[in-house]
């Protein structure tokens, strides 16, 4: 399915070429203790590779736009914590540091990520993209993905109101990105909700 959905203002828009260069990974919620570890909220499916000790990222600002001022954060090291991870970078040595960083989003350039598998896309990649069904009636237009148990949603925006489409196997025939549609089966009674 998709994974690391693409911050705003990090690279072209979908449908506009080129993908972002920048993709969001984690959100830093909070500061943990008073060593300068941070909380974060991984936004990836795949936290254990992209939150590796010495990976380098970048900080975005509270809407994940990347924030240039900021020079680059090394992974110093991270374990799991309930929900999420705790993560320490080799320069965050104190609360106060830890603590300008919450609220914050993390980035990392898409060139250094891990290749995605057949069948999987990067949320950017379905954003805007037409949504037909397999008779060739037009649904609309893909708004935004929401990450659900147990398959993601499109939202799609169409005509006469807002539809969500399971990200299944089931509905979802065909994804052709150079062509910028979605072919879908849907069930009975889906399009009417």
């Known amino acids: 399915m998709a994974r690391h959905p693409a911050p705003p203002g990090t690279g072209p828009e979908p449908g506009a070429g080129a993908g972002p260069e920048y993709l969001v990974v984690g959100h830093v ?25 010495g990976r380098r990222m970048r ?3 509270s809407e994940a736009a990347l924030d240039p001022a900021e020079p ?36 990392v350039p898409l060139a250094e990520l891990e290749p995605l ?4 896309y990067y949320y950017h990649q379905l954003l805007g993209l037409e949504v037909v069904t397999r008779d060739g009636e037009r649904v609309g ?3 935004e993905v929401y990450e659900t148990a147990p398959a993601h949603l499109l939202e799609v925006t169409g005509e006469a109101k807002p ?3 399971p990200f299944t196997a089931r509905i979802v025939r065909q994804v052709d990105l150079e062509a910028r549609r979605i072919v879908i089966e849907p069930p009975p009674g889906l399009l009417e909700l």
């Open 29 to 53: 919620t909070r500061p943990h203790g008073i060593r300068g570890e941070v909380y974060v909220t991984p936004l990836t499916d795949r936290p254990e590779l992209v939150f590796a000790p």
């Open 72 to 107: 680059p954060k090394e992974v110093a090291g991270v374990r799991p914590f309930k929900r999420g991870l705790l993560v320490k970078f080799d320069d965050v040595r104190d609360r106060t540091a830890a603590e300008a960083m919450a609220g914050r989003y993390l980035l």
């Open 117 to 120: 598998e057949e069948g999987e």
């Open 163 to 165: 539809h969500l489409i």
């Open 141 to 143: 237009c893909v708004r």
């Open 59 to 61: 900080l975005g600002d």
